[in-house]
């Protein structure tokens, strides 16, 4: 009973690398989210998907990119990382967007830029 | 725009006490959805009440209750009956339905359970 699964769980990354966090989530779930949490600042919504091939940004979409070529997955990218980007990165997941239907969320990406 | 205000960063309780969780939120859209979510230190976000903009009654799920105001536009988390296992960051979020149902969230309130 996976539900969300986020990974990696953690990473370290240096000034300017690349990296792709992966979310998957086996409820067959239409929308899927990805937030950043900062101290201080609760949960903010980086990119959504309403669909498999459909991406839009979200409140702080700079410097991120997101793919979401089959269903159960999301990809989250940051093309070159800056200490900025110094987060907890959650995926969530929800069916069909209805009213009321709370997100399901992965327990979370720990990204250090350094 | 939509926002979500928790006025509270820590609050401490007794166990076995209630205790209320403010949020107060501001929209234009007439029809929205407000969640409450607890993150405990593991760090998971965990789903424990909906309430619709046009519901009647008042949300209740086991001992989580939501008292709803619509004309002050409140929507406070009451937690009855205070456990250890409460103590967590408590998040507020709105959704406005036609959006792709996107959330925006409160900053949060630290519940701390003491004995």
């Known amino acids: 009973n996976a539900g969300v699964t986020q990974t990696p769980k953690f990473r370290v990354l240096k000034t300017g690398q690349s990296m792709t966090l992966l979310c998957a989530q086996d409820?067959?779930?239409?929308?899927m989210y990805w937030y950043r949490q900062d101290p201080g600042m609760g949960l903010r919504l980086i990119h959504y998907s309403v669909g498999e091939g459909t991406t839009a940004k979200g409140e702080v979409p700079d410097g991120y990119n997101v793919s979401r070529l089959k269903k159960q997955n999301f990809l989250l990218g940051l093309e070159s990382a800056a200490p900025s980007q110094t987060s907890v990165y959650f995926c969530?997941?929800?069916?069909?967007?209805?009213?009321?239907?709370?997100?399901?969320f992965g327990d979370g990406t720990r990204l250090s830029i350094l | 725009a939509q926002k979500i205000t928790q006025t509270q960063p820590g609050m401490f309780v007794q166990e076995k006490e209630a205790v209320t969780l403010d949020c107060t939120y501001d929209?234009?859209?007439?029809?929205?959805?407000l969640f409450w979510y607890k993150q405990p230190s593991s760090g998971e976000m965990i789903f424990l009440i909906y309430?619709?903009?046009?519901?009647?009654q008042n949300a209740t799920e086991g001992r989580y209750s939501l008292n709803f105001q619509k004309a002050r536009k409140s929507a406070n988390l009451v937690i009855s009956a205070s456990q250890l296992g409460d103590s967590a960051m408590y998040f507020c979020?709105?959704?406005?339905?036609?959006?792709?149902?996107?959330?925006?969230f409160g900053t949060g309130t630290r519940l701390q359970v003491t004995l």
């Open positions: 309430q619709g903009s046009y519901d009647q």
């Open positions: 979020a709105m959704e406005s339905p036609g959006t792709a149902s996107k959330l925006t």
């Open positions: 409820m067959n779930h239409e929308y």
């Open positions: 969530a997941s929800s069916y069909l967007g209805q009213p009321g239907q709370p997100q399901h």
């Open positions: 929209t234009s859209d007439p029809s929205y959805g």
